[in-house]
């Protein structure tokens, strides 16, 4: 089966092309073109909606020809077509969803929704990539490969982006129940706000993490929000057992602010804030306390969940997947507790369109088809 994604819920613009064999559930990625907007929206700190959507408009088509060029593969050969109908920016969503649908009505072929989540996720199922960190040596990368073609379930997968943070269990695939997930920002958000705050270049995912390596994260005792609360999920479940899995992220970016502000980082106590992250040591030890601060959160969460829902995998998804000190913890924790950790390769964790080609491939299988007249964009889809 030859399927094509499309991804552009945000500010990548993001065509790829797949090939997949129904029987053993295996996927290769022929291409995966990302157009990243990053330049364009560095200069405000952040994505602006307008900005995006008409640049996934300029980009759609050199991106869709040039994935198609790289997979070496004609338009006709397509079998199904897989978009991001949401969530996410709703002028950026119907760019992607648009082109999905005339190329679903031009061609005579089906399209395949995918919620951006649910891609996230199935960047795990793109099979075993030599090149990921995530496995360090040959046999690390056989049982990456049997576990990805097989997974043991339950599972539950970690998803942390700039725009959610939740746990969700899977008991099989494409069956989904959010056991948690952030009461305010996201853990990426968090990341992005911290990174302004220290005078790091956009996005500060990246950036913070780069700089957290030359600190030391227990210089600052920054808050562990709700690590051992007994907090309801916002779902609807409040059973005793699924107490406590809640994030919230926006405390700690205020604790970093107001140590920046009141703290008397020399050589001059009331410099503005811009003038004390010039200093390069502080600045290291404030982004490494708090990278931990918010690992300590994650992991603990998650690993409280994985015991009580006595999980076999334990899986993580999205942008912040990428940070080193995340996936090394969690994988630490894991085999602790003699579960699985899966995690994709570094290049699949910020948004592309080879996972949502590969989530396309596992709702293929199920016979989860639409026409193109079916498929509208919904900038607040839900995952269940
Ligand atoms: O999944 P993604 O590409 O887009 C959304 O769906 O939101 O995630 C982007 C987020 C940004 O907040 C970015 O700062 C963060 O992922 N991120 C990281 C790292 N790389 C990207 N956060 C921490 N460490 C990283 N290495
Ligand atoms: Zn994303």
């Not at 997949?20 to 990302?34: M, P």
């Not at 994935?67 to 991001?84: H, N, P, Q, R, W």
């Not at 009461?183 to 993490?209: I, N, R, T, W």
């Not at 918010?294 to 998650?302: A, F, N, R």
Request: with cysteine; glycine share 8%.
């Amino acid at each position: 089966m030859k399927i094509l994604g499309i991804e552009t819920s945000c500010d990548e613009t993001s065509v790829a092309i797949l090939e997949g064999t129904r029987r053993t559930k295996e996927l290769k990625i022929l291409s995966n073109i990302v157009s990243s907007q990053i330049d364009l929206h560095a200069k405000y700190g952040g994505v602006v909606p307008e900005v995006a959507s008409r640049a996934h408009m300029e980009n759609m088509i050199p991106s869709l020809k040039a994935s198609l060029e790289e997979a070496k593969t004609d338009l006709k050969d397509i079998d199904i077509i897989a978009v991001t109908i949401g969530p996410g920016l709703i002028g950026s969503l119907l760019v992607g969803v648009n082109t999905a649908k005339a190329l679903a009505y031009a061609l005579g072929k089906p399209i395949v929704a995918v919620n951006h989540l649910e891609g996230h996720i199935y960047a795990n199922f793109v099979g075993a990539n030599p090149k990921s960190d995530l496995q360090s040596d040959e046999a690390d990368l056989r049982s990456a490969k049997a576990e990805i073609l097989n997974p043991k379930f339950p599972l539950l997968c970690l998803i942390v982006s700039g725009g959610h943070t939740s746990l969700v269990l899977m008991e099989k695939h494409l069956k989904y129940k959010i056991i948690g997930q952030t009461l305010d920002d996201a853990a990426g958000e968090a990341f992005d706000k911290v990174g302004k705050l220290l005078g790091l270049s956009y996005p500060g995912g990246p950036s913070v993490e780069k700089e957290a390596k030359k600190g030391s994260p227990c210089a600052f005792d920054f808050p562990r929000p709700l690590i051992k609360s007994k907090d309801y999920s916002i779902k609807d479940d409040i059973s005793p057992t699924n107490r406590g899995y809640n994030f919230s992220f926006s405390g700690l970016k205020t604790a970093v602010l107001y140590k920046i502000k009141n703290e008397k980082f020399p050589p001059e106590a009331n410099q503005p804030l811009v003038e004390k992250m010039k200093n390069k040591k502080i600045r290291a030890d404030l982004a490494a306390s708090f990278q931990q601060a918010v690992i300590d959160v994650l992991v603990e969460k998650t690993f409280k969940a994985a015991s009580l829902y006595k999980v076999k995998t334990i899986m993580l998804a999205g942008g912040v997947a990428a940070n080193e000190g995340l996936r090394n913890q969690l994988r630490a924790r894991s085999s602790k507790l003699g579960a699985n950790f899966v995690a994709p390769s570094a290049n699949l964790c910020t948004d592309n369109a080879a996972m949502i080609g590969a989530a396309g491939f596992f709702k293929a299988i199920e016979g989860k088809f639409s026409k193109w007249y079916d498929i509208n964009a919904n900038a607040n889809l839900k995952l269940i």
